[in-house]
């Protein structure tokens, strides 16, 4: 909805469409821009609810035998729209912050992990911008312990901390995310988010970031793109 609760251009066109939610229109940007999906990929959607993006990610595919896949996985029981999402697309309910990377991998087909991985997962905002903005950064940083398992240990934090203390460290473990694989991520812009994009950048061919035109004007969030995960002694 729009300034006073008066639905805005992207809400409109939403319902037009057959969208769940205006947010589907960020992926298509972002989608157009940089073909994270394409025909065949195995896509992860964190924080999936209410679904808009699974059915971008599953338009992204194409028709239905071009294979491919899509999974959500969100705190609150999601259902694949009917429209705009097929077979190819499932969810469950799980909390992404305790879920294992082996719990994952299981779940990506055949055991292989996935192509494309999406974080649109954003904490309940209080109004508090550092707190906001760390709580923020906790879920990026989840999403990129997923993608890269143990390898994120090797990165140093100001040249000085190891960040070796987050799940997916004391886990153990290949991250979920193919060579090759593409990571988009949600970031509420901050001191923080730079952090976070100095810590990935090592590990990827190309970063960037991009603020989609649907995003509304008094939010601060902000995407983090990054695109050709390299093989392990590419770092």
Known sequence: MGVGG????????????????????????????HNLIKPSSSVLDLGCAPGAWLQVACQSLGPFNNGGSVLGIDLKKVKPPHLHCDSRVRTISADV?????????????????????????????????????ALSFELGMRALDLALGTRIASVYVNGDAAVDDHPSSSEGGEGVLQVGGHLLIKLLESEDA??????????FKKSSWLRPKATRPSSREIYLICQGLKPDNKI
């Open 6 to 33: 008066a639905p805005d251009f992207y809400y409109k066109e939403a319902q037009r469409l057959g969208y769940v939610a205006r947010s589907a229109f960020k992926l298509l940007q972002i989608q157009k821009q």
């Open 97 to 133: 912050t305790t879920l294992s990377l082996h719990q994952l991998r299981a779940l990506s087909p055949h055991r292989k992990g996935f192509s494309v991985i999406l974080s649109d997962m954003c904490p309940l905002v209080s109004g508090i911008t550092t707190k906001d903005a």
């Open 194 to 203: 730079k952090e976070i994009s100095q810590i990935s950048k090592p590990f």
